[in-house]
């Protein structure tokens, strides 16, 4: 089974540079979740979207921004990266915003600020 | 705000025994509890979850209760094997108007042979 994808899986930046991360949801799944894990953590809400709307908002820096596209894949813009801002990444998708539905992580991107 | 306290931090249990893992939440509003498995430097993987109108789960060896009253939910893993070690989160979501998940702060499970 399709699962979700994202890009780039590793990522090394310096201070003060720009990201961007990328992920594909499930086919068919209209609703998209991004979470940040620093070493050692528990994975942090960030940001949501649904059908290309911002759905909810977490822990996320004004440094951040994201967007889902018409074809329901998502970009997590980094601005302005910080040392703290070295983490995994990880996107989850699932059918429908709201209710009961399973969450599925995509394998994350790790990104790395020196 | 809401919060996901998780409990033990630590777990080592011998092959074949059986584990335990309890989680409490804060917003009485959650509706779903999943659990996902971890391991190094790896995607959260489901492995069961539970909704708030039943009490209990089970799926194989893995299965999850809820006592929606006390806010409590708890992992149960019964024949532990060496490759159910990793590290265990418990989530909970369905609080409010979308499906954000909030984790516990994870259980490093590990079973030694």
Redesign the interface.
């Given at each position: 089974a399709a699962g979700v994808i994202q890009s780039p899986r590793h990522l090394i930046k310096e201070k003060r540079e720009t990201a961007t991360l990328k992920c594909y949801p499930i086919p068919r799944h209209d609703?998209v979740?991004w979470?940040q894990q620093g070493p050692g953590?528990?994975?942090?809400?960030l940001i949501?979207f649904?059908e290309k709307m911002q759905?909810?908002k977490?822990s996320i820096p004004d440094r951040f921004s994201a967007q889902q596209f018409s074809d329901y894949h998502s970009e997590l813009n980094m601005s302005s990266l910080e040392l703290g801002d070295s983490a995994?990444y990880?996107c989850?998708s699932?059918l429908?915003?709201?209710?009961?539905?399973?969450?599925?992580?995509?394998?994350?991107t790790?990104l790395t600020v020196t | 705000g809401e919060n996901v306290e998780q409990h033990p931090s630590t777990l080592s249990v011998q092959e074949g025994d059986s584990a335990v893992i309890k989680c409490t939440y804060s917003d009485s509003a959650s509706n779903y509890f999943p659990w996902y498995k971890q391991e190094l430097g790896k995607r959260p993987q489901l492995i069961i979850d539970i909704r708030s109108n039943v009490g209990e789960k089970k799926d194989q060896r893995i299965a999850v209760t809820l006592n929606k009253t006390a806010k409590h939910f708890s992992l149960h893993i019964t024949e532990t094997q060496p490759e159910d070690s990793a590290v265990y989160f418990c989530a909970a979501s369905g609080g409010g108007a979308t499906n954000k998940l909030i984790f516990g702060t994870g259980t490093l499970l590990a079973v030694q042979p």
């Open positions: 609703t979740y979470y953590q528990d994975p942090q809400f949501s649904y759905s909810d977490g995994l990880f989850a699932s429908g915003p709201t209710g009961t539905y399973e969450q599925y992580f995509g394998p994350g790790r | -």
